[in-house]
């Protein structure tokens, strides 16, 4: 089970990573380019969600493109989910509650690389390789 906090650290463990308020949550930035942010659901959210609205933390991340949100929604729909706020965007919610440290560090450096630019990219892994 990961927290509000874990995800915080593990962003700003990334390289050029700045970490701003904005309309009252939390975000993670790479250069500029939002890549993580808390996610309090909204009154729409919920309505969409119904029952399966969850009730704990909630962090919105950033995907390559359709595909990969569809794969993960499809994969662990008890961790990733959407609200009709994202469609046709590339991002997905995650339930901090049912993701474990591996994993969601795992989803935010893949975020993180979508949206650093180029040389950074190759600089984190080429040290990763190392």
Known sequence: MATLEDARRIALALPATSEKVSWGS?????????????RPLRRADLAALGDAAPTGEVLGVRVADEGEKEALLAAEPDVFFTVPHFDGWPAVLVRL????????TEVIT?????RAPARLREELLRSRQA
């Open 26 to 38: 939390l975000h993670w930035r790479v250069r500029d380019r939002g890549f993580a942010w808390e």
């Open 110 to 114: 893949d975020a993180w690389l979508d």
């Open 97 to 104: 509650e049912a993701i474990g440290l591996d994993e969601l």
